[in-house]
């Protein structure tokens, strides 16, 4: 049986897009549900982290698998929370080419009433060639409210 | 980078706040480095662009990761004398409490050298040193080549 999917997780979706610090960096949100989140962050010379050769930070690719992570996260869910990350293990595998986009895949493997867990990967040209993988987790904080509730545009 | 180059050239300390001032991603996040007695002390003015949650309001968990890993990146440097920038193999990050709009600190420490990499633990916090917010525990290789 398939459900079409409540109108809340539209508003997670634009909620993700639209976070402070992701659109600082400049990223989209491209793929959004059902338990699985897929971002694009086109490379800019405000992510660098080496200037001699343009590779980007670490911490960008450590940003971008935290909040695809929390995406995957929100799209498993069957009512909105809020939800914070608990911990968040990231292999970096190759640097990642400058000049070119960076996208993250992140799915939700199982979500407790307490814990969701997830695994993705940062690629470029190649989801088999990461850049970098991560294993998370995220605590649910149910009866908190979500950013997604007040939906203030 | 030519700035750690040039200072171990001349046997000195790299300029710990230049040297984070001219990686980009540094910079747009808005960070400064000093020195202690203690080793490099980051620190982060709180800004509405590093925000993840806006209702708690919280740091996003990219942010933390990203001043954890630079102060991590930054205390290899000096205290490891690197010759370049310390490469990154894995971290882990443990959140331990919600980052609060506003001012945070971190700084790390070297829980072992060996020739190639390097075992680094961070932690950062905001008003207290004693209640990090966030460590951060990582691999990174480090090249001694040119010094």
């Known amino acids: 049986m398939t459900e079409s999917p409540p109108p809340w997780l539209k508003l997670a979706q634009g909620h993700m897009n639209q976070t402070a610090f992701f659109a600082h960096l400049k990223g989209e949100v491209v793929g959004f549900g059902p338990g699985r989140a897929t971002m694009r962050l086109p490379y800019g010379p405000h992510l660098v982290g080496n200037p001699d050769t343009g590779v980007v930070h670490g911490g960008v690719?450590?940003?971008?698998?935290?909040?695809?992570?929390?995406?995957?996260?929100?799209?498993?869910?069957?009512?909105?929370?809020?939800?914070?990350?608990?911990?968040?293990?990231?292999?970096?595998?190759?640097?990642?080419?400058?000049?070119?986009?960076?996208?993250?895949e992140v799915k939700c493997l199982k979500v407790t009433h307490e814990v969701a867990f997830v695994r993705g990967s940062a690629y470029q040209a190649s989801a088999d060639d990461p850049v970098a993988i991560c294993t998370g987790a995220f605590m649910l904080m149910?009866?908190?409210?979500?950013?997604?509730?007040?939906?203030k545009d | 980078m030519d700035l750690i180059a040039q200072a171990r050239a001349a046997g000195e300390t790299p300029d710990l706040d230049a040297l984070i001032q001219a990686i980009p991603y540094c910079r747009h996040l808005g960070v400064i480095a000093r020195l202690d007695t203690r080793g490099v002390l980051l620190e982060l003015p709180y800004a509405a662009h590093l925000i993840g949650n806006p209702i708690l309001p919280a740091l996003h968990g990219g942010v933390i990761g990203s001043l954890l890993e630079t102060a991590a990146l930054a205390q290899v440097i000096y205290e490891a004398r690197t010759s370049g920038l310390p490469k990154p193999v894995d971290i882990s990050i443990d959140y331990l409490r919600s980052g609060r709009a506003r001012t945070s600190f971190a700084r790390a420490r070297i829980a072992k050298q060996g020739r190639r990499v390097v075992n680094v633990h961070a932690e950062m916090w905001q008003e207290d040193e004693t209640k990090p917010i966030a460590a951060l525990r990582g691999h990174m290789l480090v090249d001694f080549s040119e010094t």
């Open chain 1, 61 to 104: 690719i450590t940003a971008l698998l935290d909040h695809t992570g929390g995406a995957a996260v929100m799209a498993a869910l069957k009512e909105p929370m809020a939800i914070a990350t608990l911990d968040l293990r990231i292999d970096y595998m190759k640097p990642a080419t400058p000049g070119e986009a960076i996208t993250a």
């Open chain 1, 142 to 151: 149910r009866g908190i409210a979500s950013p997604l509730l007040p939906a």
